[in-house]
């Protein structure tokens, strides 16, 4: 090292020494020479040149010497050896160009390699995020699919799904003790009835005797109940044309044409059925009015075990939750029925109550001072007189009370209230009636009529809530529906009050019961086909047979089979914010027909009073139950997962899922394109990473199929584009099969929504499962209201929507604020409330807070760092 180091300094200073005495050479000071010689030199040579005289060719030779002695002391180069020298510079010259135009090249070569290897990095940068969504995607899903199977290790309760039917024949009868209560048969479900023919997996077959075929009654039934009746029947679809197979035997025995028949007749030709088996086990028998006076026919007659279906029955003889008492067929066959039907409001109307009608047996007593000896007449003119009374009143209210028929009218039953007039006067009169009156038979043995059940009918078709004035009655359907919504029944005892308690009675409450009445009218009452579905979901729910799953929309896909669409590039989803959106997830369904058997014990009530349709089974529905807050610290903790595994603490309060304690879930979109390709690809592609999505449905309204060259993002979720049968907008409203959750998002093809917006309406839905939730352009609503907005809403609104192309989201929004009697729930997310709370503080003359008001002064002030 030091021999090296000492090396180094004598070769360093010997090339100073020559630095030193050779640094003339240097070009630069070669450069300054040339500049002096060639200023000095000519000015010189000039000088000398403008001294001589004479002809040029005389200059003196002497004088050229001196002037290159000159330049030589000067520079102490020669005039030869310059020239060389200057020569030699201009080849330095070139050759450092050559040497700078080449390592410009190289520079640029180097800066094109630095490009191409920043693209590079940023490229593998991107891919290395992608491989970490998609190692996230794959972490999740395994954990996910840990948890599953943790759950299904631990809960107890089966996987069950839609009803599957299973029927089996049975050639022997069961042997069945008679059901003898003294001399008297009392027929009950359990001792009446065969359950073995009926299995709760069996769905419920129905036979129905061909009314042409297999004649029942001993006279000619009429024919509106004919024809109607097996109408309906074809409609209904526990129908079934193998009789071996069949739970229960329909025989329709009236309505009939006359008053008069041979009941040993009627008798023989039950027991002739072939099906009878003996004693009617499982056998419902239908006596279906169709006038005022039609009666019991079934009086005297052997019916065994069958089930009687009419509206007429005394009480010794009807048999409580066995029997069924059903309406009169009044109204139209079956398909809508709120034509012609008056409004619902105003709350009050010109008349607070009104009647009509005639007790013949009264009549000669009324308006005079003699006193009925029957007690039942007796009590029933008291009634009358303190009725009488109320045309009187003082007060603003009007009635109109008519106890004699004027001109006639009555159908002849001197024991029970005629009903006067004809129908069109009768609802008339109906239809500015507040309250409708209607008094229960004098005669304390009847338990229903088919007059009286006329009166409930017309009054609720007309929107006249029903006064029954005797407590003795029976409704309609009472087994499920439930009657106090819809009506007031009090005894007899409290007419004199009557006016003061209608009177309590708010307009709020008016309407609610106007409304539960007209509901129940129209699903239950008011057709045939209404009349025979309740007829046999009756019988079915007192079986525990679910009912059959509601029919969905199939969804053909717009492709073949063979053909496989073009995927996209990959897409790099943009950076959430800081709140957590939650997991990006593997799509899993919602659980479906999880209440089958149970929906009938604990939602009975809503099944047939609240949502109004217990004819079909429905994969979930807004309604179902959830657990409640405290379940998951006591026991209940499979399916509920905190958010982050609990860290801040908040996340134990919260399911991973943003629903609380409802079950972790997903929801599908469902988006209708007409021939938009590109406006629908760039929608599709702000759906890439989007969190709890399910799947993307595409409605292809456009006869013309899309593009094969067009090429569909990858979501990471399947794109299910569906084959639209016509072009309508009622098409982003169909129950499709391939939705298999129980939230939809209905999105416009050009709706433009962040992330953290969607996955915030999906989180406020869930806290409100029957409202809709909404943005514009876009909401959340669940799969049961697709259903009923296909099926059940009335035909004329889809075509209205058909006719107009357009307000198919506002005929969705009645639907189900019809539904809920609620309004829909508009959201934005937080952050934009956020700024209008801020952005209103500095304009609202009342501080919301001292620091509000200091920024609003600051502002004011001209204070630097607020904005404008």
């Not at 002739?272 to 088996?277: D, G, T």
């Not at 349709?613 to 807050?629: G, Q, R, V």
């Not at 943003?658 to 690809?681: A, C, H, K, W």
Request: proline content about 7%; glycine content about 6%; aromatic content about 12%.
């Amino acid at each position: 090292m030091k021999l090296d180091r000492g090396y180094n300094r004598f070769v360093y200073g010997n090339i100073g020494g020559l630095n030193a005495r050779y640094q003339w050479l240097r070009p630069s000071y070669l450069i300054i020479s040339i500049l002096i010689l060639l200023i000095v030199g000519p000015i010189s040579f000039h000088y000398f040149l403008s001294k001589a005289t004479g002809d040029a060719k005389h200059v003196d030779r002497k004088l050229l010497i001196d002037v290159e002695d000159t330049l030589t002391s000067l520079t102490g180069i020669s005039c030869n050896s310059l020239k060389s020298r200057i020569e030699e510079l201009l080849a330095i010259k070139a050759s450092v160009t050559t040497e700078l135009r080449d390592l410009e090249q190289k520079r640029q070569r180097l800066q094109e390699s630095i490009s191409t290897a920043s693209n590079l990095v940023e490229s593998l940068h991107q891919e290395e995020s992608r491989l970490n969504i998609e190692l996230q995607r794959l972490k999740t899903s395994v954990q996910q699919a840990s948890l599953i199977q943790k759950e299904l290790d631990e809960k107890n309760t089966p996987e069950i799904s839609a009803p599957k039917i299973i029927r089996a024949t049975h050639e022997n009868n069961v042997i069945m003790p008679q059901p003898l209560i003294g001399q008297v048969v009392e027929c009950r479900m359990f001792n009446c009835f065969d359950y073995s023919r009926c299995s709760i997996l069996s769905g419920f077959p129905v036979y129905f005797y061909d009314v042409d075929k297999y004649r029942v009654a001993p006279n000619d039934l009429e024919v509106f109940v004919k024809t109607t009746v097996r109408q309906a029947m074809g409609y209904n679809p526990h129908i079934t044309n193998n009789p071996e197979e069949a739970c229960v035997f329909i025989a329709l025995v009236g309505e009939t044409v006359g008053n008069t028949f041979d009941k040993q007749l009627l008798e023989s030709n039950l027991h002739s059925l072939p099906y009878w088996n003996g004693d009617g086990r499982n056998h419902i028998l239908l006596n279906l009015a169709r006038n005022f006076y039609s009666k019991d026919i079934f009086d005297t007659v052997n019916t065994g075990r069958a089930l009687i279906v009419q509206a007429h029955f005394f009480m010794f003889q009807y048999r409580s939750k066995f029997d069924i008492l059903a309406p009169p067929l009044l109204g139209l066959p079956g398909g809508d029925l709120w034509h012609n039907l008056p409004p619902m409001v105003p709350a009050k109307r010109k008349f607070l109550l009104s009647f009509q009608g005639e007790l013949p047996l009264l009549q000669t007593y009324m308006g005079g001072g003699d006193q009925p000896r029957d007690p039942g007449l007796s009590e029933e003119l008291s009634v009358v007189q303190e009725l009488s009374k109320l045309s009187y009143t003082t007060t603003n209210d009007k009635f109109y009370l008519q106890f004699s028929c004027r001109g006639g009218g009555g159908y002849g039953d001197l024991r029970e209230w005629q009903i006067c007039g004809m129908e069109t006067q009768r609802n008339s009169i109906l239809q500015v009636s507040t309250f409708c009156l209607i008094l229960a038979p004098p005669e304390l043995s009847r338990s229903s009529t088919t007059a009286l059940q006329t009166r409930i009918f017309e009054g609720f078709k007309n929107g006249a809530i029903p006064v029954i004035l005797g407590n003795n009655i029976e409704m309609p359907f009472s087994e499920t529906i439930d009657w106090h919504k819809s009506s007031i029944v009090l005894p007899k005892a409290r007419v004199m009050e009557l006016h003061y308690f209608l009177r309590t009675i708010s307009n709020a409450d008016i309407l609610v019961m106007r409304r539960q009445g007209r509901m129940i009218w129209e699903k239950y009452l008011g057709s045939t086909q209404a009349i025979l579905d309740t007829i046999l979901a009756t019988v079915r729910e007192r079986l525990n047979i679910p009912p059959l799953a509601a029919p969905m929309e199939p969804s053909p896909n717009v492709f073949n089979d063979s053909f496989v669409p073009l995927k996209s590039d990959t897409i790099i989803p943009e950076p959430d914010t800081d709140e957590n959106l939650g997991p990006v997830e593997p799509p899993f369904p919602s659980i479906t027909f999880k209440r089958n058997f149970s929906i009938a014990l604990v939602a009975r009530y809503e099944m047939w009073n609240v949502i109004g349709d217990p004819f079909y089974l429905y994969p979930y529905l807004p309604i179902d139950p959830i657990l409640p807050s405290e379940a998951k610290f006591v026991g209940s903790q499979v399916g509920f997962r905190p958010i982050n595994m609990g860290a801040g603490g908040s996340g134990k309060e919260f399911s991973e899922a943003l629903g609380g304690n409802s079950p972790r879930e997903q929801f599908t979109i469902v988006m209708l394109t007409y021939e938009r390709d590109q406006v629908l690809i760039n929608s599709l592609a702000r759906l890439y990473g989007l969190p709890y999505l399910n799947k993307v449905i595409v409605v292809w309204n456009s006869p013309k199929p899309p593009s094969e060259t067009l090429k569909w993002p990858d979501l990471k979720v399947p794109i299910q584009v569906i084959r639209a049968e016509r072009n309508s907008l009622n098409n982003r409203f169909l129950p499709f099969s391939e939705i298999e959750t129980e939230a939809v998002l209905s999105v416009d093809d050009d709706a433009h929504l962040r992330h953290d917006e969607i996955v915030f309406g999906f989180r406020v839905w869930r806290e409100e499962r029957d409202r809709l939730v909404g943005f514009p352009g876009a909401a959340f609503f669940h799969k049961y209201y697709s259903y009923v907005y296909s099926q059940v809403m009335p035909q004329a609104i889809r075509d209205k929507v058909d006719e107009y192309m357009n307000c198919e989201d506002i005929a969705m929004n009645f639907l189900v604020s019809h539904i809920t009697r609620r309004p829909p729930v508009k959201v934005r997310y937080h952050y934009y409330y956020y700024f209008f709370f801020i952005f209103y503080s500095f304009y609202l003359p009342i501080p919301f807070c001292p620091n509000i008001e200091k920024m609003r002064n600051q502002r004011k002030n001209g204070v630097k760092g607020l904005g404008k």
